[in-house]
């Protein structure tokens, strides 16, 4: 592209920051819109210099990965209530005197779960894994209004810890914390959401799922796999055989990078658009289908 004196600039800060895949999803996302805009990496130790700086040198926008998702909280102007409770931020906007924290990773959940109809208000839900994915989706879940959330975790003090955390925030919510063998507790004559949030199952381990009994995935209306390396997790491949619907991860990649971009740019991304994004992402991940 042409880079002129008019060229807006966004970026993206972490550390380390060579395996991102957003410059792709960006600098294309300008590219069709026809924006004189450009999205960089930034490889940064100090997330606290680094946002200062970019709103100095005035960078329209930031995606903020590992490690900083927390660190940048305090140096934000503003922040949205969702991420606010999330305690993660992955999305700077430049407002009046600084920036405004977004987490469109979990609004990248959101979407594809809309796009997809994978409902969740009124729905029992049950989160396989409590790590920072899994806290994000909680707080989604109880800001859609579930029926009642079940969260399964290897370590149980940490799918407690997030159940308590969400109590703090939504008085009188239903949610209960369970070790992931515990998977008894649902209860048979119910249907569930299952999004599943931990690592088991991530390339190259395609063929382990986090749980393999059959009567878990038989309560298992929609099995949503956050991984999108494999494409067909095992875990999704489970919940087929069960006859229940699965979904992978990509879409979530995708949305996230999809809505920070209309953040900044004030822009909406047709599905035809978001579409030839997937497809790239898709060839430069190595992704089978
Ligand atoms: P994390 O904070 O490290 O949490 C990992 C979770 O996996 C924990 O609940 C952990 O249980 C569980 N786990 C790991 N190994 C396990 C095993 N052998 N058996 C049972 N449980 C195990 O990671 P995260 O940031 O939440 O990310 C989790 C996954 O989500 C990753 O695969 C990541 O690629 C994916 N992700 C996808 C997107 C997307 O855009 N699609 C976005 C974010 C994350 P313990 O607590 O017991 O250790």
Known sequence: MDIRGTTKVCGIIGNPIKHSMSPIIHNYLAKVKGLDLVYVPFETTNAVAAVAGAYELNVLGMNVTVPHKNAVIPQLKEIDSLAANIGAVNTLVRV????????????????????????LKDMDVVIVGAGGAARAVAFLCASEKVKSLTILNRTVSKAEEIANNIKQVFEGFNVSAYTINDYSVLENEKKYVVIQTTNVGLHPNNLEAPIYDKTFYDRVLYGVDIIYNPSKTKFMQLVNESGGQSFGGIKMLLYQGVLAFELWTGTSVSEEEANEVLQLLKKELNIDE
């Open 96 to 119: 009046d005197g600084g920036f405004k924290g977004y987490n469109t990773d979990i609004l990248g959940l959101k979407r594809q779960l809309e796009l997809e109809n994978v409902p």
